[in-house]
T-cell receptor, first 115, second 115 residues
């Protein structure tokens, strides 16, 4: 297992279109996280799963955003009716559930550009 | 609510010199974890070092050490003997009380190592 992988790496879409991103975590990791990073900022938490259960969603995750992790393995993040403000890097991370010193391993992200 | 502040947008350091990247934090949680991540131009967030709020000793990982001053709420990253490959964005982050379900990141510091 080579780490967290995200697909696609880059996505350009027209405003109003729907997009879907995929994240494959490290296989033994039961936690999966989605973050959004805009230019010049640090990543901002969007949501996380433990196994297939979505345990927390940020207020940043509007009703146009939906995330799933149907079998507790890979996850998808869908954005409906994209807006220019959705342009950002979307980062996925995974970790083992446990104490506070369990670090999250990040993928290389999907860069979304809405035109 | 948790907050991370990184006041150095950019730093330039001569190769082989040591560098300190500043991080201050604010939280009402009695226990928490502090992390440093490196983000090269490829986009992936690379875990560097972790410090628990109840750890008695400052964390060290190879050339990285964390200067943790709890009373001052600071968690500065020290990189010894800097290398050209250290040029990247560096983010300080804090984990929540119950096991780092989500991380709160600062805005980052862009470190450039000069040959």
């Amino acid at each position: 297992d080579t780490g967290v992988s995200q697909d696609p790496r880059h996505k350009i879409t027209k405003r109003g279109q729907n997009v879907t991103f995929r994240c494959d975590p490290i296989s033994e990791h039961n936690r999966l996280y989605w973050y959004r990073q805009t230019l010049g900022q640090g990543p901002e938490f969007l949501t996380y799963f433990q196994n297939e259960a979505q345990l927390e969603k940020s207020r940043l995750l509007s009703d146009r955003f939906s995330a799933e992790r149907p079998k507790g393995s890979f996850s998808t993040l869908e954005i409906q009716r994209t807006e220019q403000g959705d342009s950002a890097m979307y980062l996925c991370a995974s970790s083992l559930a446990g104490g506070m010193n369990t670090e999250a391993f990040f993928g290389q992200g999907t860069r979304l550009t809405v035109v | 609510a948790q907050k991370i502040t990184q006041t150095q947008p950019g730093m330039f350091v001569q190769e082989k010199e040591a560098v300190t990247l500043d991080c201050t934090y604010d939280t009402s949680d009695p226990s928490y974890g502090l992390f440093w991540y490196k983000q090269p131009s490829s986009g992936e967030m690379i875990f560097l070092i972790y410090q628990g709020s109840y750890d008695q000793q400052n964390a060290t990982e190879g050339r990285y050490s964390l200067n943790f001053q709890k009373a001052r709420k600071s968690a500065n990253l020290v990189i010894s003997a800097s290398q050209l490959g250290d040029s990247a964005m560096y983010f300080c982050a804090m984990g929540s009380n119950f096991g780092n379900e989500k991380l709160t990141f600062g805005t980052g510091t862009r470190l450039t190592i000069i040959p």
